[in-house]
C-alpha cells in the first residue's frame, strides 16, 4: 500500500486546499525499517517526478538524521541517473553542520565568511547551518524548492527525514508551525516527514498527525522479548530489525478514512513492501473495542442462531397460508364445528365440566361487510 500513498503525494494539492501531508511514524525497535520505507517513499516520489508524472517540479530533502549522499546514492540504485537527479532533487544539509561549529573552527581567520548561514558544496546539495532557526529554515526550503525549472506554476514536495531530531533544537509549537506554513505555502505540492514516536510524549506525535492526511505506522513484526528469553538470544530482535508492519491510515477529502496493511521486509540492500493476505481481519480485530465479553460468534452460535423458531412464523407445511379474520365462510371455519354460532352458543349456555376459562367470542355481523379495524394490517407478511 506503499504505493498508494506515493499516489496521493504525487497527484498534490488541488486549488483552495492544503498541501497533503503523510506523517511516518517508527520506533527504536524497528527503527532501520522505518529510516528504510523513508527512502523508499522518497526515491519512488523521485521516479515520478522526474518522469513527468507528479504534479511537482522536484523534491526538496531536508536532511536531519543522514547524509546527503546517502538519498542520492538510494535514487540512483531506483534508476535515476544523474542528470535526472540534478533537475529534479534538492538537499538542504541539515546532517553535516547543523550548528555551524565546523565552519567556525575552519574559519576563525576570516570572520566575515562565518556570516553565511548555508552555502552550497555542489549542484544539488545545500548545506545549512542554523537548524534552531525555523524562519530561515522557512526561507532555506522556499528557495531551493523555487529553483526547479519547468513552464507555469512551479510546484514542488518537501521531505523532512526526522522531526525528532529538529526537536532538539526547536519547540513542538515552531516545527509545527514550519509544517503548517509549508502546507499553505501557495507552490507547496505535497509534504512528508518521519517521527520517532516512541522518543516523544504521547501528545507529540498525535500534535503532528494532526497536521497529517495520511500517517503511516511502522511496527515490529514481532513483540519484544523483555522476560520470554534469555538475554543471548536475539533471534526476535534480529527479526524485528528484518521485517515489520506498514500500517497506514488514509484520510479521503470525503472524510473517510482508510485502512491499509503492508508488510514491510529488507532483501539485500533494498526495502521490499509485500501484501497481507489478512488486511482487512487485522485491521478489524485492532479497531474492536477491548471488553470482558465476547463481541463475535463462533461457527456453532451461527449455526444454532439460524435454527432457532421465531414465534408466529410460518414454518412451511406446504399448506396454502390463510389469515383468519373472524369470517366464517372460510374453509377452516365451514369444516370446523367448532367455529359455528350454534356450537358456540350452546357452549355459552352450557359449559362444559372442569375448570372454567375465560374465552372471547367474536362473530361477524355479514362476510358482505367491509373490514375496518379488524382487517390484518400485515397479512402481506409470513408472520
Known amino acids: 500500500m506503499a504505493e498508494a500513498v506515493v499516489r496521493c503525494l504525487r497527484d498534490g494539492r488541488l486549488d483552495g486546499e492544503h498541501a497533503p501531508a503523510l506523517a511516518v511514524e517508527g520506533s527504536l525497535q524497528c527503527c532501520p525499517l522505518a529510516a528504510g520505507a523513508m527512502l523508499h517513499i522518497a526515491a519512488a516520489f523521485a521516479s515520478l ?3 513527468g508524472k507528479a504534479q511537482a517540479r522536484g523534491l526538496v530533502v531536508v536532511a536531519f538524521d543522514r547524509s546527503p549522499l546517502v ?6 540504485r531506483r534508476g535515476l541517473d544523474t542528470n535526472a537527479l540534478d533537475r529534479c532533487v534538492r538537499i538542504l544539509d ?3 553542520d547543523p550548528l555551524g561549529w565546523k565552519q567556525k573552527i575552519q574559519n576563525q581567520q576570516h570572520q566575515g565568511n ?11 546539495i545545500t548545506v545549512y547551518r542554523s537548524v534552531k532557526d525555523v524562519t530561515k529554515l522557512m526561507s532555506s526550503i522556499t528557495e531551493l524548492g523555487g529553483g526547479f525549472e519547468g513552464e507555469g506554476k512551479k510546484y514542488f514536495s518537501v521531505a523532512v527525514d526526522s522531526i525528532s531530531s529538529m526537536l532538539r533544537h526547536a519547540s513542538v509549537p515552531s516545527i509545527s508551525g514550519l509544517l503548517t506554513n509549508l502546507r ?20 507529540v506525535p498525535r500534535a503532528f498527525e494532526c497536521l497529517s492526511t495520511m500517517v503511516a505506522c511502522v511496527e515490529p513484526a514481532l513483540v519484544d522479548p523483555v522476560c520470554g528469553e534469555s538475554p543471548g538470544n536475539l533471534s526476535v530482535l534480529e527479526q524485528n530489525y528484518s521485517k515489520a508492519k506498514f500500517i497506514v491510515r488514509l484520510k479521503r477529502r470525503n472524510g473517510r478514512v482508510k485502512h491499509l ?17 489478512s488486511v482487512s481481519i487485522e485491521v478489524n480485530q485492532s479497531l474492536v473495542p477491548k471488553a470482558q465479553f465476547n463481541l463475535e460468534l463462533s461457527e456453532k452460535e ?16 406446504g399448506e396454502p397460508i390463510r389469515i383468519y379474520d373472524g369470517r366464517r365462510s372460510l374453509p377452516e371455519a365451514q369444516h370446523d364445528l367448532s367455529l359455528t354460532a350454534p356450537a358456540l ?12 376459562k375465560g374465552e372471547i367470542h367474536y362473530f361477524r355481523d355479514s362476510d358482505d361487510e367491509q373490514p375496518d379495524s379488524d382487517e390484518d394490517p400485515d397479512d402481506d407478511l409470513d408472520i
Open 49 to 51: 517526478v522526474a518522469a
Open 71 to 76: 538519498y542520492l546514492e538510494f535514487m540512483r
Open 94 to 96: 541539515c546532517y553535516s
Open 114 to 124: 562565518s556570516a553565511k548561514q548555508f552555502s552550497t558544496n555542489k549542484e544539488n
Open 184 to 203: 499553505s505555502h501557495e507552490q507547496v505540492s505535497s509534504i512528508f516527514w518521519m517521527i520517532h514516536s516512541d522518543l516523544h510524549e504521547p501528545k
Open 261 to 277: 496493511y503492508e508488510d514491510l521486509y529488507i532483501e539485500g540492500n533494498d526495502i521490499k513492501f509485500d501484501s497481507a493476505p
Open 302 to 317: 451461527r449455526s444454532d442462531r439460524a435454527n432457532v423458531v421465531l414465534p408466529f412464523e410460518h414454518q412451511g407445511n
Open 345 to 356: 352458543v350452546d357452549e355459552i349456555k352450557a359449559p362444559k365440566s372442569g375448570t372454567a
